[in-house]
């Protein structure tokens, strides 16, 4: 490793220690900051928290230590052990520290120079990024352990190799030390009773302003001190901001000018999401009862519009939480109006897309076609804006037992959707699969369930639904769906543990999003106890040290710091707010979205997801059909079996039909007007000659990678469709290359 590879690796690790444990700090980041990142450092609140006791225990002691084995054993001699030494004890310093993190902006890449002449006696010049720079700053505040910082800084300085290309420059009247990297020109040093870290030409003179009070602060701005209202509060451990204004200007600097005529592409995401009307995002974290409330606003000029229009904007009913049981694993509510926000959707994608938007209404189409019934008119227009899902052992065991749930506007007009998408589904050849669909009388409610799909094809789940109460109830199995149409005998909003988490929150909720934290980290511990063991023995070897097993902490030592998590969702004319509470920090990224949204999928793709793809199917198949169409006019007129596939779309066959909804394909022509291009159609008529082939084989089909080799739409000779799974496929496609050697239809 060169001299210039150890001092960015310095910088590296001094950044993560900073990052780790940021300050407010914002009366020392400059006004016109684009992204503002604050930690408070460690605190006594933060130590008494899951991450706290996990960071305090001799798990994370050895491996902090096998890691800095690590850094250190490609040292060569004693001055670089020194220098790797020293900043480690400045990193130890750094982490308890309050910091901040700051993003000033993007220096774009300067255009190539002249030549340079090596012989000619220059100076050398600063290395010019090749590409976008950013221009940022991290800030620690040392206060009482600066003099230990300072002789840890002193020592790692001294030590710094000679061939490493660092300068001192002068800065006010200290010292920093400059590093041109591959992303520009790197820069530390000491101010008072600060550090920092800089990357920019001007960051550091920019960082001595701020700190000496000589240039206008993000604290001081009224635009920050508007959004920062909400960062109020004992224990407040992370805060950051966003200026949306000069990011999306840097969004636009960084996308390049559009085509004359054209919308430049950042223009048109702004428009689809309502991300253009937003004026600031502003969120914190702070620890209460040993947990973490996170907090995220984000404010917007006025009335919403796109994506973000969309959002409901009126409270949760008091009942919302009545109809879910004390186990629930997982469980949300939310207010949502599908039948809008799809009008919405559609909307926005045809006004930046109109691609997109035909593609969406093609397969609205074929979902019309599969079904008898129209998605909007029919199925979206009758549903109300009051959604839930639920996964509890007591319903059917953990996702297994998950029920999903919408009020309905009309519950009879949609009833008879529902009943006449039944009748077409048992037309015979009306869907490329011939679905089971059986009745069963429970609870007060006729429930209607998929027995099957297609002769012997096993199907692990049974998709039950029932209209009932004003309510349609929908379930992997129809026992789900029993279970959750009677009175739960014990409620999730009467747990004292869901009581105490949710009182944390704020009031006026559009949506909640629940997990059962402890119940989950109680099932699998033993994972977690199998997993560490088997990682002792690797880690001793790769860090050095002694890992052991009992390093875990045991189960009921974490148990005093497991939370539910919650996350909650509110919403007004000007604001959006996104709360969550748990055992660790950061719930509105990672607790309560990726858990909902799994959980959701499991019970929505069987459903909505399997409908659109039979829709797609069915498209697939009229594609085919007017193939063979067209090939038996071709056959009438001619005599013979067309060649190819141009071949017909000479005889007026549209193009169009030649690809399939299942992937992004588009006529494409030559400068003669020629169709040229593969298509996502295979025809093997050419190649049958003068002998006529059986009518039941395949002539044409539908390339199989295009449905994940999941099977495949076929056209025989006769001129009907149908959908085979992969192993009838290959024994039919094997039927037709015999037939094409030999003229044997066996």
């Not at 010049?125 to 090749?130: D, I, L, V």
């Not at 591959?182 to 960051?203: E, H, N």
């Amino acid at each position: 490793m060169n001299s210039t590879r150890w001092l960015v690796l310095a910088c590296m690790i001094l950044v993560g220690a900073g990052a780790a444990s940021a300050a407010p700090l914002a009366d020392k980041v400059p006004a016109d900051a684009v992204v503002y990142v604050g930690w408070a450092g460690r605190t006594e609140a933060l130590d008494d928290t899951l991450p706290g006791l996990i960071a305090r225990g001799p798990m994370v002691e050895a491996l902090l230590a096998g890691l800095k084995t690590k850094f250190t054993e490609g040292a060569r001699d004693e001055s670089r052990q020194q220098f790797f030494d020293n900043l480690w004890k400045m990193a130890e310093i750094a982490v308890r520290r309050p910091c901040a993190l700051a993003l000033y902006d993007v220096a774009m890449p300067a255009p190539p120079g002249p030549a340079v002449d090596e012989a000619a006696d220059v100076q050398p010049q600063p290395r010019r990024p090749s590409f976008p720079m950013p221009i940022a700053a991290l800030l620690v505040d040392l206060g009482p352990d600066r003099a230990q910082f300072a002789q840890a800084y002193k020592a790692m300085v001294q030590s710094i190799p000679r061939d490493s290309g660092v300068a001192g420059k002068i800065l006010g009247t200290d010292t920093y030390y400059r590093l041109d990297t591959p992303i520009g020109p790197a820069g530390m040093g000491m101010i008072d009773a600060y550090f920092f870290i800089s990357l920019g030409d001007q960051t550091p003179s920019r960082v001595l302003a701020l700190v000496q009070g000589k240039e206008p602060t993000l604290a001081a701005a009224a635009s920050f001190a508007a959004s920062a209202k909400i960062l109020q509060g004992d224990n407040l451990q992370l805060s950051y901001y966003v200026d949306a204004a000069r990011a999306t200007a840097l969004a636009r600097k960084l996308q390049g000018s559009a085509p004359a005529g054209a919308e430049d592409p950042v223009s048109q995401m702004l428009k689809m999401t309502g991300l253009g009307d937003v004026v600031s995002i502003t969120g914190g974290t702070w620890v209460v009862k040993k947990g973490f409330l996170d907090r995220v606003v984000i404010r917007t000029r006025g009335p919403r519009g796109g994506m973000l229009g969309a959002a409901a904007v009126q409270p949760l009913p008091a009942d919302a939480l009545d109809a879910m049981p004390a186990d629930a694993i997982f469980a949300a509510v939310v207010r949502r109006d599908a039948g809008a926000e799809f009008a919405e959707l559609k909307k926005t994608i045809g006004g930046a897309q109109p691609e997109a938007a035909q593609q969406i209404d093609k397969v609205l189409e074929g979902f019309r076609d599969a079904t008898g019934v129209d998605l909007e008119k029919d199925l979206l227009a009758h549903m109300g804006d009051h959604w839930s899902i639920t996964s509890a052992p007591s319903l059917g065991g953990i996702l297994t037992g998950t029920v999903l749930s919408v009020s309905l506007k009309d519950a009879q007009a949609f009833t008879a959707a529902l009943v006449k998408a039944e009748q077409q589904a048992a037309v015979p050849g009306k869907l490329p699969v011939q679905p089971s669909i059986k009745t069963i009388q429970a609870g007060g409610a006729e429930i209607h369930y998929l027995a099957g799909a297609g002769e012997g094809t096993p199907v692990p789940v049974a998709v039950a639904w029932t209209v009932h109460n004003g309510r349609l109830v929908v379930g992997a199995y129809p026992q789900v769906v029993i279970g959750a149409l009677q009175a739960p005998r014990s409620k999730l909003a009467d747990s004292p543990a869901f009581r105490e988490a949710v009182g944390v929150l704020g009031p006026n909720r559009t949506g909640l999003i629940y997990v059962n934290t402890p119940q989950l980290a109680r099932a699998f511990y033993g994972v977690a106890l199998a997993g560490w063991s088997t990682a002792c023995g690797p880690l001793s070897k790769e860090l050095g040290g002694e890992f052991t097993p009992a390093m875990l902490p045991a189960l009921t030592q974490l148990e005093p710091y497991l939370k539910p998590t919650l996350m909650a969702f509110g919403a007004d004319a000007t604001t959006m707010t996104i709360e969550a509470y748990g055992s660790l920090p950061g719930g509105p990224f990672l607790q309560g979205g990726p858990g909902a949204l799994g959980l959701a999928a499991s019970v929505l793709m069987p459903t909505v997801g399997r409908s659109m793809e039979m829709a797609r199917r069915s498209i697939s198949g009229a594609n085919l059909s007017s193939i063979g169409k067209s090939m038996i006019i071709y056959l009438v007129e001619h005599e013979k079996l067309p060649p190819d596939l141009q071949t017909l779309v000479k005889e007026g066959l549209s193009a169009e039909a030649l690809y399939s909804p299942h992937s992004d394909n588009k006529p494409r022509y030559d400068a003669g007007g020629q169709l040229v291009g593969e298509f996502d159609y295979v025809y093997l008529g050419g190649q049958f000659g003068d002998k006529d082939p059986p009518p039941d084989m395949i002539i044409a089909y539908e390339k199989p990678e295009l449905n994940k080799f999941q099977g495949t739409n076929v056209l025989q000779y006769q001129g009907s469709v149908k959908w085979m799974d992969m192993e009838t496929f290959r024994r039919e496609l094997a039927r037709v290359e015999k037939f094409i050697r030999t003229k044997d239809a066996w």
